[in-house]
């Protein structure tokens, strides 16, 4: 079935150290695939999104391209912060039958250390 | 500012009360969702609603109820049913399609004592 797999956690890094998240995915049709990010006590945010093969969504010094032949949209940032500790999420959506179909990952958590 | 409130943040229930977590959005947006999301875990769908007056159940849906008779609001009631309430709580809203993604409230964590 559909689905969305990504890189578990959680992830320490030291302050500017580059970051990938890796994320994959399975799914029917075109879906439209989404970056979340949740800080401690708080819902989701949207980051950064693609709708079609080879899009590239970028926010904040995130990135992530749509690749189409890997089904990959791994989330990367070259420097990351302290103010980036939060927990990652990868999504993919798609309209299939009467309704969207949304489908989230377990979610990364990331610790940034000074 | 549009944006999805919920309401309360915190919030405490005895065993067998049912409790009811508001949610109100001012986005325009079609489709409201209901997800619980416990520590170290993904997000789990509880209740959707695509139009008003019509909701359908998720993956989760038993000890729970919802209602939807207005755009803005869809509010989720846990009931006494529900034996391991215990968690964070998230509703989020969507254009019809969703294909621009979720907006999401930031959150309503529910304790049992």
């Known amino acids: 079935g559909d689905s969305v797999t990504q890189m578990e956690g959680p992830v320490t890094l030291s302050e500017e150290a580059f970051l990938t998240i890796n994320c994959t995915y399975t799914?029917?049709?075109?879906?439209?695939l989404f970056w979340y990010v949740q800080y401690p006590g708080e819902g989701l945010q949207l980051l950064l999104k693609a709708t079609k093969a080879d899009d590239k969504g970028s926010n904040k010094g995130f990135e992530a391209t749509y690749r189409k032949e890997t089904t990959s949209f791994h989330l990367e940032k070259g420097s990351v912060q302290v103010s980036d500790s939060a927990v990652y999420f990868c999504a993919l959506s798609f309209y299939l039958g009467d309704r969207n179909q949304f489908y989230f990952g377990t979610g990364t958590s990331l610790t940034v250390i000074p | 500012d549009g944006g999805i409130t919920q309401s309360p943040k915190y919030l405490f229930r005895k065993e067998g009360q049912n409790v009811t977590l508001s949610c109100e959005q001012n986005l325009n947006h079609d489709a409201m969702y209901w997800y619980r999301q416990d520590p170290g875990q993904g997000l789990r769908l509880i209740y959707y609603s695509q139009i008003v007056n019509d909701f359908q159940k998720g993956d989760i849906a038993e000890g729970y109820s919802v209602s939807r008779e207005k755009k803005e609001s869809f509010p989720l009631t846990v009931t006494s049913a529900q034996k391991n309430p215990t968690a964070f709580y998230l509703c989020?809203?969507?254009?019809?399609?969703?294909?621009?993604?979720?907006?999401f409230g930031s959150g309503t964590r529910l304790t049992v004592v």
């Open positions: 799914a029917t049709g075109y879906p439209s």
């Open positions: 989020a809203s969507s254009i019809f399609l969703g294909t621009d993604g979720y907006t």
